[in-house]
């Protein structure tokens, strides 16, 4: 963040010197520069009595994000304006505005990346305490990729994003988790994707193991109420024949049966990982540990629904 203060007399907010080919060229700053509050204002003479000026000089010297006055006198409304007419009359070129955006979204998307990655919960890891299925091997033949999640950034994503119920496909732009495989094992091994495998795929013996990605559609209120809460895909086809992780996209807990626990050899819950597929890539394969825990406890039957707690504890409470 640029503040207040000056260098030499003259107002770090409209230094290019010192933003731009200092900072940035020569120390070589990737992230965003922030302006202070209403920093810009400070730019002339009496303050902000030049908006547009104001923002030609901060913008050009190298503040990619300005912080401006939003609940009195619609202030924003104006620097947007503003903008606007230094952007069409070449006063700020277009390279400064697609590096100012470029720095924006390249810290949104990191940062997204490393929310995904601390928050996966690993469930199970191999049908025998002793022998942990995860991290997956990087030296694998094939991998089965399937599940109606691996391949959608809508489901990915969920409710209340795009738009209030969400919707599946590709909404945005983003990484699936199929491809963010991809990209993790590189040319060297075969990706095999089916969301519904054939039997011809199950029968083969050179899949190394599978990656099943399920959970449920992207619901916002009404659309979300349900009295099943279950996982909408029966991987007991693959899970007989192929070692399995199962991958779970949800927004809530849902009933896991046992049998189909029992049959997978790990189990994460990715929860809604938004368009950054690569956070949970980063995990199974062992670049980073798995440091989400669960905040409540799991229901195992629908029929145990609602888990008041508060109210017992209550009732306890006061006897």
Known sequence: MASYNSWNGDRVHGHRFLLTEILKDKLGFKVILIS?????????????????????????????????????HFRYEKFIEELIYLV????????????????????????AR?????SLVLLKNGKDPMKPFLPLERNAKRILVAGTHADDLGNQCGGWTATRQGSSGPITIGTTILEAIKKAVGDDIEIIYEKYPSADILARQDISFAIVVVGEAPYALGRGYSSEL??????????????????????RPLVLEPWLLEMMDALLAAWLPGTEGEGILDAIFGDFDFDGRLRVTWFKRVEQ???????????????
């Open 36 to 72: 202070d509050w209403e920093g810009i204002d400070q730019l002339c003479e009496p303050e902000g009595s030049d908006y547009r000026l104001c923002i030609s000089l901060a913008i050009n010297a190298g503040i990619d994000m300005v912080c401006v006055q939003v609940m009195v």
């Open 88 to 111: 069409e009359s070449r006063e700020i070129p277009m390279s400064r505005i697609d590096d100012a955006i470029a720095r924006i979204l390249r810290l949104h998307r990191d940062l």
């Open 114 to 118: 490393e929310a995904v990655r601390k």
């Open 230 to 251: 279950v996982i909408p895909f029966n991987g007991m086809d693959i899970a007989d024949r192929i070692p399995v992780l199962a991958i779970l996209i949800s927004g």
């Open 305 to 319: 629904l609602p888990c008041m707690l508060q109210t017992l504890y209550i009732r306890l409470a006061l006897g």
